[in-house]
Structures are given as structure tokens and as C-alpha cells.
């Protein structure tokens, strides 16, 4: 079986799924967290992001696939907990009002107007820490250095990596990418003439989406899928969740009381995913030698 699941492209396809299956639970953790501490979810909240850096501060010194999940562990709590829950937060305590896009049309709620105000100063950092970084070797930022005659050439060869601190990163910035970029987009409109200029760009991120579940299926290390899968299946989300906001269908993963075969069933397959790829036997892994998919 581990000859199945630890090869191409099902290795690939499972930390997609890992990646893709953060962002509805993610939502669900946001609700449950909501109702059952009330108002004492502030205080929750900022305990769970402290549990996230200390799980990221524990896989620094780890293994690489094992610093890998611990760094999507942790970006991912860190997220819910001092992201999700600060947004919210400020939110209430400034009053800042919803925002109707049009009437009777989409109406950002508070804490989205509060994560659009972010825009600089995540930008700005990065821009410092990704493409100003001469020694990544994400292949998102080196596209641009490539592509922008920016290239600093190969990284050097013994620069040890903290992937870690790598992996949840990128859950943070591919996560707050995709949320800011759909909350701009969606500026134009889900009804009327706005809404022919945001089903291109959907039309154009899909394509994007599926390109990059097709790279998924070149991964060949498991640590690797990981890493990759979770900005794919970030981006990914973005083509799934768009159709709720033109009211294609409901979002199952906002109401875990109403729905809760569904988000029992997502939840299971996620730990089942997780466990299996954490869990990799040694001797599945392809030799450094034999990994010839960049990563």
C-alpha cells in the first residue's frame, strides 16, 4: 500500500487535499470556537495562536517532513487564533460598519474591512522576505525574479532551510493573498455589469488553480507535497468557495450545527490525511538523488 500512497501523483494529490481542507475548517474552527467560549473567545483565541508558534517553535529543529507539518500545524492556528479572531476583534471595538457592495448584493462583513486594511503592510513584508529574498527557493517568487530580470541565480547549495518556519509562512501569505485578492475582486459586483468582469477572473484563477493540482501530481516527496499542496489547495478553495458568494450553494462549513455530517466527514478525512502523510514510513521516501521535482 505504502508503494501506492507514497508515489506519484497520490503523494502529490494527498497534500493537496491537506492544503484544500484547511480552509473549510478553518471556517468551521471559527464557528465552534465562537459559540462555545462566547465571550470569552478573545481570550481562546489568542491561546490558540500561541499554541500554533509553539508548535512551529518545536518543528525548528525537526526532521523535514516533520518540521513541514508542524509548520502547517502551527501557521494554520496562528491564523485562526491572532488573524482570524484580531480582524474580529478590532472590528468590534472600532464599530466599523459592514460595506455593501451593491443592494441587495454582496456585504463585506467588519473583520474582512479590517483584513483589506492590511494590504500594505503584509505587502510590504512581502516583498522584503519573499522577492527581495536572494536565497528562496519558492518557485512562485523565483518566477517573478526570473521573469522581472531579477535573478540573483542559484541559491547557495548548503544554506540550510527552516522549514518550519517556511511552511507556515507560506499558510499565512497564501492565505491572506487569496482572502485579499477576492475581497477587492469582488468589489465589482456579484450582480449587474460588475459581475461579467469578475467570472473572467474567476474563469483566469481556475486555470491557475488546475495548472497548479497538475504540478501536485509531479511531487514525489512527501514532504514536498506538503509544501506544495498547501498553496495549491489554497488557490484551489478560491474556485470551490467563489460559487457560494453568487449563491450557487450554501457554505456547509459556516453552519457546523446545522450541517454536522458534513463537517464530521471533512474533519475525518483531513486527520486521516494528515496522520497518513506525517506517519510515512522512511523507507517511501525517494532518495535526495532521485527527487527531481523542484521544490
Known amino acids: 500500500m505504502s508503494q501506492l500512497i507514497y508515489r506519484k501523483p497520490v503523494v502529490g494529490l494527498l497534500g493537496l487535499l491537506i492544503g484544500f481542507l484547511t480552509q473549510p475548517l478553518g471556517h468551521t474552527i471559527y464557528?465552534?470556537?465562537?459559540?462555545?467560549?462566547?465571550?470569552q473567545v478573545y481570550a481562546a483565541a489568542l491561546v490558540v495562536g500561541i499554541i500554533g508558534f509553539a508548535?512551529?517553535?518545536?518543528?525548528?529543529?525537526?526532521?523535514?517532513?516533520?518540521?513541514?507539518?508542524?509548520?502547517?500545524?502551527g501557521g494554520w492556528l496562528i491564523w485562526i487564533g491572532w488573524f482570524e479572531y484580531s480582524f474580529k476583534f478590532f472590528a468590534e471595538l472600532y464599530s466599523v460598519p459592514a460595506f455593501s457592495v451593491e443592494v441587495g448584493g454582496y456585504a463585506a462583513a467588519p473583520q474582512a474591512n479590517m483584513l483589506q486594511a492590511t494590504?500594505?503592510?503584509m505587502f510590504a513584508m512581502l516583498l522584503l522576505y519573499g522577492v527581495f529574498n536572494l536565497q528562496t527557493?519558492?518557485?512562485?517568487?523565483?518566477?517573478?525574479?526570473?521573469?522581472?530580470?531579477?535573478?540573483?541565480?542559484?541559491?547557495?547549495?548548503?544554506?540550510?532551510?527552516?522549514?518550519?518556519?517556511?511552511?507556515?509562512m507560506e499558510v499565512l501569505f497564501v492565505t491572506w493573498f487569496c482572502y485579499q485578492f477576492w475581497l477587492y475582486m469582488i468589489y465589482f459586483g456579484t450582480k449587474g455589469p460588475g459581475v461579467n468582469v469578475i467570472m473572467g477572473v474567476y474563469l483566469l484563477w481556475?486555470?491557475?488553480?488546475?495548472?497548479l493540482v497538475y504540478k501536485c501530481t509531479q511531487q514525489i516527496r512527501t514532504a514536498a507535497s506538503i509544501r506544495y499542496g498547501i498553496g495549491a489547495g489554497i488557490v484551489l478553495w478560491g474556485s470551490a468557495e467563489m460559487p457560494a458568494h453568487f449563491g450557487a450553494y450554501r457554505e456547509y462549513w459556516l453552519y457546523p450545527a446545522e450541517y454536522p455530517l458534513f463537517n464530521t466527514v471533512t474533519s475525518l478525512v483531513f486527520v486521516t490525511v494528515f496522520?497518513?502523510?506525517?506517519?510515512?514510513?522512511?523507507?517511501?521516501?525517494?532518495?535526495?538523488?532521485?527527487a527531481s521535482v523542484s521544490t
Not at 31 to 38: A, P
Not at 55 to 73: C, F, N, P, S
Request: glycine fraction near 6%; aromatic fraction near 12%; charge should be positive.
Open 137 to 168: 527557493k519558492c518557485n512562485f517568487m523565483r518566477f517573478f525574479h526570473r521573469n522581472l530580470r531579477f535573478s540573483p541565480g542559484m541559491p547557495t547549495p548548503d544554506n540550510q532551510r527552516s522549514f518550519a518556519r517556511i511552511t507556515a
Open 31 to 39: 464557528k465552534v470556537m465562537e459559540s462555545g467560549f462566547g465571550a
Open 55 to 73: 508548535i512551529v517553535w518545536r518543528g525548528l529543529k525537526q526532521d523535514e517532513l516533520k518540521a513541514t507539518w508542524m509548520g502547517m500545524l
Open 206 to 211: 481556475s486555470i491557475w488553480a488546475f495548472y
Open 119 to 121: 494590504i500594505t503592510i
Open 275 to 290: 496522520v497518513v502523510l506525517a506517519r510515512r514510513p522512511r523507507s517511501s521516501q525517494p532518495s535526495a538523488k532521485s
